[in-house]
């Protein structure tokens, strides 16, 4: 009989440092061999077969590997669904014990639950682990234990109830002896599982310097005023704790309640999944939307006419990366202005950004078009030309994406402003008084 070990199953969490499941399954009494899945469910949903997460993760991993070579270990990493893998898995090796950290998004949910059953069925201990966030599920709830829907009040009582507690680091590194000593095993190459190398660049992992000026440049996009850590959280590259830990030592109040905005979205996809296809307000759903093919193309190719619009969607398109501020006003711009359904939007910043992450995702479209749980009021259309006098008011940021502006060259406005906003107001009024 092969040893017994117990097995530490990588997702969103990927690094080894300051990591709730890693550290429990090293203080288990069985070596831990780290696995991690590259998942066809989610993989061939990819159109872009050089899409960046890909190439991220398979990089991450390959830093992972060569830190555990250090310790006479190696990384497991499986292709197929996450059934056939854990099948593979356990006829392979004497599983004794499986830990992994908390994913709160609908498909992760079911897949955990499938495994829960399939490891109880082998009489195999499987111990999951808050890591993600600071505060999950039910921990800051109302005075009558219903989720928060609201963010003030969220965060006043999420902030009350940051002790140090919730913010130590686990000491992982103490521990890493315990790793499973195992030559090194198969490292597929991103062709073995059907992608090519993006030569897309990568945000470094750098919040030194970066906290001061946050709160007053954070909506300029010509400024590099935010942390571009997005890509980091999403995949773990760090730990939520240390982020928040420097948050409070610069005494950066902003960017900790963005750090809080995270843990909102992500405790509001937990409680209310609907939200993914639906509106989180059911009255939304009755819009009739134009949704308009040719308008949307033109959206997603930066080519609308309205300056603004169009730098953030090429700066999404080139880099995977789209300012906060921008963020927002093109999401209402899809939905107000061309009147096209929120999902839609959803869906194409879901393919393209490196820090795509579904619950902030979903969060920021139903946001943006009203229809969310504490979102702009419907009647709030941004005006493009208001937001660049007040965000990019030289005209910086939209020179860089967008040069033929300047030299007067950019198509002209698909829709006008004044119409636009009137039909919308029309078309939103109808459908929540029906
Ligand atoms: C329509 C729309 C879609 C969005 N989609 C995503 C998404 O898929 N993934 C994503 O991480 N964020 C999303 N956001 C939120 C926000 O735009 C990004 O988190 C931020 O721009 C990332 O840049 P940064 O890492 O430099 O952030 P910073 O401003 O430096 O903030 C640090 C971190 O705090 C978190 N954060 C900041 N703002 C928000 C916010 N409003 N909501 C939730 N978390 C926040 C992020 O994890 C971010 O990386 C979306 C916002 C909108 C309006």
């Not at 898995?89 to 059953?117: C, G, I, M, W």
């Not at 590194?173 to 198969?186: V, W």
């Not at 959280?233 to 005494?251: D, V």
């Not at 006003?329 to 910043?349: C, N, P």
Request: glycine share 4%; with cysteine.
């Amino acid at each position: 009989m092969s040893k017994e070990i117990s097995v530490c199953w990588l997702r969103r969490d990927l690094r080894l440092e300051d990591h709730a499941a890693l550290y429990a399954a090293l203080k288990s009494p069985y070596p831990v061999l780290l696995l991690f899945i590259f998942d066809r469910n989610i993989l061939d949903q990819l159109s872009d077969r050089e899409d960046a997460r890909v190439t991220f993760i398979h990089q991450t991993l390959q830093n992972i590997q060569s830190r555990l070579t250090t310790y006479g270990s190696s990384l497991l990493i499986k292709y197929g669904t996450p059934e056939t893998c854990w099948t593979e898995v356990l006829n392979s090796y004497t599983v004794k014990a499986v830990f992994t950290n908390h994913d709160y998004e609908p498909y992760a949910q079911e897949r955990d639950a499938a495994l829960a059953e399939y490891l109880a069925s082998e009489q195999i201990e499987f111990k999951t682990f808050k890591d993600q966030v600071i505060f999950e599920k039910a921990e800051v709830v109302k005075a009558d234990g219903k989720p928060y829907t609201v963010f003030t009040p969220y965060f006043k009582q999420w902030k009350q109830k940051l002790k140090d507690f919730y913010l130590k680091s686990y000491p992982v590194d103490k521990y890493l002896k315990n790793l499973f000593k195992t030559d090194q095993l198969s490292f597929p190459s991103l062709k073995d599982i059907g992608f090519n190398g993006s030569k897309q660049k990568f945000p470094a992992l750098q919040l030194e310097n970066k906290l001061d000026a946050y709160e007053e440049k954070r909506d300029f996009p010509a400024e590099d005023a935010t942390t571009r850590i997005g890509v980091h959280l999403r995949f773990g590259t760090i730990s939520i704790r240390r982020a928040a830990r420097q948050a409070l030592e610069e005494n950066a109040d902003k960017w900790l309640s963005e750090l809080a905005w995270r843990d909102f979205y992500m405790m509001i996809l937990w409680h209310f999944p609907r939200i993914v296809t639906t509106a989180f307000k059911p009255a939304y759903d009755r819009i009739k939307w134009r949704n308009d093919e040719a308008d949307f193309k033109a959206w997603c190719a930066g080519a609308t006419g309205y300056p603004l619009v169009d730098a953030g969607m090429r700066q999404l398109n080139e880099t995977g990366y789209m300012h906060n501020r921008v963020r927002m006003v093109v999401a209402s711009f899809l939905t107000k202005h061309l009147l096209i359904d929120w999902r839609w939007g959803e869906a194409y910043f879901a393919e393209k950004l490196l820090d795509y992450e579904m619950a902030s995702n979903v969060g920021g479209w139903q946001w943006s078009c009203g229809c969310g749980n504490d979102a702009a009021p419907y009647f709030r259309v941004f005006n493009p030309e208001l937001q660049t006098k007040k965000f990019d008011p030289h005209y910086a940021y939209i020179n860089k994406w967008v040069p033929e502006y300047q030299q007067k060259k950019h198509v002209k406005p698909i829709v006008d402003h004044a119409f636009a906003r009137e039909r919308i107001l029309k078309v939103f009024k109808a459908a929540l008084n029906e």
